[in-house]
């Protein structure tokens, strides 16, 4: 599975009901879990972005898909990256001439 993190900021809708934070959150990763989307975490932060989420998807096209149909709700807009585990990187290097 890859791995993804999810850098993510509250908009004005999601601000106006923070409380139902918690409630959506669980409802997202049920969703991305429908997808074959698995969560690692989700973090509350502090500083540039509202919330960082660790996630591994089967590939980029699953998670594009779960970062989309988080979006679309409206509480919320998404940075996501692709992140590589360390046997990934030390491949990555591993190829370079």
């Known amino acids: 599975m890859a791995g ?6 509250y908009t004005q809708q999601g601000l106006a009901s923070i409380k139902a934070s918690p409630g959506r959150i669980a409802a997202a990763k049920a969703e991305a879990a429908k997808m074959g989307v698995k969560s690692v975490g989700v973090w509350l932060t502090m500083g540039e972005y509202d919330l960082v989420a660790v996630w591994d998807a089967p590939d980029d096209q699953a998670m594009a898909v ?5 979006a679309k709700a409206g509480n919320v807009t998404t940075t996501t990256v692709r992140a590589f585990s360390e046997d990934e990187f030390s491949q990555i290097v591993g190829k370079l001439p």
């Open 66 to 70: 779960g970062a989309l149909a988080l």
């Open 4 to 9: 993804y993190i999810q850098f993510i900021k």
